[in-house]
């Protein structure tokens, strides 16, 4: 479809219904982390209180935690339209449950054959239960040569989990260490981090000269290539998208931003 005369395209938007995860294990509840120990991947989907956007990645006993509630759905197939249709920033509204009316906004994305991440207020949270019903407002856009500040930029050697998936309904996880003197610095949830060398436009990959930029939406992981995952938003040619890296000063992601407080 195109716009009439010389006006650009319009959006289309698509309302799409996520259903609220309930977190699984398998027959043994244990991971186990570089060093051997086991652990119980406390965090990991279903419904997550507690953490906010801006939190630390590392500052919590938890694996691939998000700040809010993953969304599914039980046929493969709308669920992959899920995870591919939503974008960071879309509105979301609770349709069942003791939560019903509730506002929330897409924050991210999780693998495990696609998860939407959405933030809603702790109170919300709190009335939520797994097997709910969310409406999404699904609509994207693109654009040209940017300019984007970040909180760091990494190398594409780091990223671990999400390599080879498509970047439409998948995260990619960053091998990062936690912040001291080996480690690469603080990262916090809804930080917009670069990695370069990574072309995401379509399967996420190693490509020289490409920069890829994305959100921090969990948290960090014991599981070995596993790490703090980011949702990729911007990707192309370095001369095309300059990340500028301000680990002091940046600002990404908030919840007073998507009106979350």
């Given amino acids: 479809m195109t716009g009439s005369g010389t006006s650009p395209p319009r959006l289309v938007a698509v309302n799409l219904l996520g259903v609220v995860e309930h977190p699984a294990l398998s027959d043994t509840p244990y991971r186990v982390d570089p060093d051997g120990r086991s652990y119980v991947p406390a965090g990991d989907g279903g419904i997550v209180m507690d953490l906010c956007l801006g939190d630390s990645v590392f500052g919590l006993l ?128 809804g930080d917009l981090i670069a990695v370069t060398d990574l072309d995401a436009r379509y399967n996420m990959g190693y490509r020289r000269g490409w920069v890829t930029v994305g959100v921090v939406g969990h948290g960090a992981s014991p599981l070995p290539g596993h790490g703090p995952g980011m949702t990729p938003i911007l990707t192309g040619p370095a001369a095309a998208l300059r990340p500028v890296p301000d680990a002091a000063g940046h600002v990404g992601l908030t919840a007073a931003m998507v009106k979350l407080q």
Avoid: F
Avoid at 91 to 115: L, P, S, Y
């Fill in 62 to 189: 938890g694996d691939h935690a998000a700040p809010g509630a993953c969304l599914v759905h039980p046929d493969p197939a709308a669920r992959h339209a899920l995870a591919s249709y939503c974008c960071i920033g879309n509105q979301a509204r609770v349709r069942t449950g003791e939560a019903a009316g509730a506002h929330g906004v897409v924050i991210g994305k999780r693998g495990e054959e696609g998860r939407v991440i959405v933030a809603l207020g702790q109170d919300d949270l709190g009335r939520l239960r797994p097997g709910d019903q969310v409406a999404v407002r699904a609509a994207g856009a693109g654009g040209g040569a940017v300019t984007v500040g970040v909180r760091m930029s990494v190398a594409s050697r780091l990223a671990g989990n999400g390599i080879g998936r498509p970047s439409v309904a998948w995260d990619l996880d960053l091998q990062l260490p936690p912040p001291g003197p080996d480690g690469a610095g603080d990262l916090a949830l």
